[in-house]
């Protein structure tokens, strides 16, 4: 199992770790799933495709870049 974090920029509150939380769920191969508001990150594992994460976050309206 592979992990993968990111830096997700434009949550300002809970409501909107939730919805990244719930996008990055629904993304084949996640199986769990680490949501920060604050600094604005994101800790996925399982065996998924990083731009399909990418793609999660950016279709509820953030950015999301993988930290190197």
Not at 11 to 35: N, S
Not at 48 to 67: F, K, N, R
């Amino acid at each position: 199992m592979s992990e993968i974090k990111l830096n997700i920029t434009g949550m300002t509150c809970e409501h909107c770790v939730r919805a990244v939380t719930k996008a990055l769920k629904y993304v084949p191969g996640v199986t769990d799933v680490e949501v920060k508001l604050q600094p604005g990150s994101a800790v996925v594992h399982g065996e998924m495709d990083p731009t399909d994460l990418i793609s999660a976050v950016t279709s509820e309206g953030y950015v999301a870049v993988i930290q190197s």
